[in-house]
């Protein structure tokens, strides 16, 4: 062993422990995902505008699932109109 911590095991603790910083639940989250996706795309730092969404993002797989899939709607132009 090189003496270096276990970065799985570092990961899972820090999921365990939770944020350090602002936390957020599923209801805030689903309130801002529309904004922290359009500020993501646009160039903008979202964290700054949204502080504990990031780390919302990252624990929370359901959440992780609706942002993934906003800002690929977003991506494909799916989101301009059409009908």
Not at 7 to 13: K, P, Y
Not at 46 to 52: K, S, V
Request: proline share 6%; hydrophobic share 35%.
């Amino acid at each position: 062993m090189s003496g270096r911590p276990d970065l799985n095991h570092d990961r899972l603790l820090g999921r365990l422990l939770g944020p350090a910083g602002p936390e957020m639940s599923c209801e805030e989250c689903f309130e801002q995902l529309d904004r922290y996706v359009e500020l993501e795309l646009g160039g903008a730092d979202p964290e700054a505008a949204i502080p504990g969404m990031r780390a919302h993002l990252e624990g929370c797989s359901a959440c992780a699932e609706d942002h993934d899939s906003l800002r690929e709607l977003l991506l494909s132009g799916g989101a301009c109109g059409r009908a």
